[in-house]
């Protein structure tokens, strides 16, 4: 008896999930466009900074995200979704412009600060892309280009 009830349970749970892939799905916009807004267009990003950005930030802070496999499905498609749009509107790379100067050097320097306290990139993240971890050498490259980021928005604000 119990082995026909698990059986029955297991089946509805493998028929909920097919069904579940039908319906809710998330917006999962990416470009490949840079625009006008985007920080390596109003701001000095040396190559070796965007290219550790693009591996560790971008896929999260930016519209060039890069969806895995596993974002096409649900329920961990509504996670890696929600993740996502949690990241761009805490911080969009791609929309640099869209923020107000007081925000860009506030966001700045919560670069450094959450790098430096390995809350970014996240931990959970990081289970499925070790590629992004960051190095010592990757964090005091971006810190130092914060620093001098935030100097240039100072002496441009004398």
């Known amino acids: ?19 579940v892939q039908f319906f809710n799905r998330p917006d999962k916009s990416t470009t490949t466009e840079v625009t006008p807004a985007h920080i390596t267009k ?25 969806w895995p496999w596993y974002s096409s499905l649900a329920p961990v498609s509504w996670l890696v979704a929600d993740d996502v749009e949690h990241g761009r509107k805490k911080m969009n790379f791609s929309e640099w412009t869209k923020l107000s100067e007081a925000k860009r050097e506030a966001r700045l320097n919560e670069i450094c600060e959450e790098i430096k306290a390995d809350e970014m990139p996240m931990p ?17 490259i971006l810190c130092n280009w914060v620093e001098t980021e935030l100097k240039k928005l100072e002496d441009k604000a004398e």
């Open 1 to 19: 008896m119990i082995k026909k009830i698990l059986k029955i349970i297991l089946l509805v749970l493998i028929v909920g999930l097919i069904a």
């Open 124 to 140: 959970n993240y990081l289970l499925l892309h070790s590629e992004a971890k960051l190095s010592q050498a990757d964090k005091d």
């Open 42 to 66: 109003v701001m000095t990003v040396p190559a070796n900074v965007e290219s550790i950005l693009k591996r560790s930030c971008f896929d999260c802070h930016s519209n060039h995200t890069t």
